[in-house]
């Protein structure tokens, strides 16, 4: 835990309470907003929070971590549905000034009894950060988007392998998902996110993947898939990624 996860557990905890001073961490006037569906800025953030609030919302952080000036964190929510999000931040300082999210609908449990933010939560092998990173970005490089499915052996310990993913397994999406390109790889120790960008049955997607890694070996994988809403449709202007 460090002084910036904890942070972003308040923030994000404000959405049930509605209080405007949950997002007092938030610099308002350098804060860009990457979910098209929000108005951009803090006071933004505010009023979304405040809305929420009203519906009676529970928010559980299943796990954060911290990656340089990044906290990325792995959530629940029970609103009128249920969803499971993935939520990054960039700080300058002492204070947020980015965010970017991938929110999909919970499903599942899976096919061996899996719900979506199941398994390990904690960071270890910090000095691995840099290893497991280039790791990960070598799988999504190759399996995802270059689809080299015999290059599978080489990242994934089959044997110890847990999915988390509702419905496909890292092997599935390599062949039924089109990943272009990567934007994004944050790590802490043994948990590697990834962002991606492309397409799922057509659809314009982002894709965001979480990994643990062992012994230089994928052991675990979470996701959530999302949509990106037509551009016409967005509060501001600053783009999924």
Do not use: C
């Amino acid at each position: 835990m460090t002084k910036r996860t904890d942070q972003i557990r308040v923030l994000l905890k404000g959405i049930e309470s509605g209080d405007p001073a949950a997002v007092s961490v938030v610099n308002q006037s350098k804060y860009i907003q990457h979910n098209p569906q929000t108005h951009e800025g803090g006071e933004g953030l505010a009023a979304l929070f405040k809305r929420i609030s009203k519906t009676s919302p529970r928010v559980n952080i299943v796990r954060a971590f911290q990656d340089g000036d990044y906290v990325f964190a792995h959530t629940e929510y029970d609103f009128a549905t249920r969803k499971i999000g993935f939520e990054v931040f960039r700080f300058e300082g002492e204070q947020v000034v980015e965010h970017w999210d991938n929110i999909q609908e919970r499903k599942g449990p899976n096919s061996a009894g899996h719900t979506m933010v199941d398994g390990q939560i904690e960071v270890a092998d910090t000095e691995l950060t840099e290893a497991n990173r280039e790791l990960v970005r070598s799988f999504v490089r190759d399996v995802l988007i270059g689809q080299k499915m015999d290059l599978l052996p080489k990242y994934i310990e089959t044997e110890n392998y847990t999915e988390y993913s509702p419905e496909i397994g890292v092997s599935d999406k390599a062949t039924s998902m089109n990943y272009e390109q990567t934007h994004r790889v944050l790590a802490a120790g043994n948990f590697v996110l990834t962002v991606s960008e492309g397409t799922n049955r057509g659809v314009h997607t982002s894709f965001y993947d979480l990994f643990r890694v062992a012994g230089a070996m994928i052991v675990e994988h979470w996701d959530t898939i999302e949509a990106i809403a037509p551009k016409s449709s967005w509060q501001n202007d600053n783009g999924k990624f």
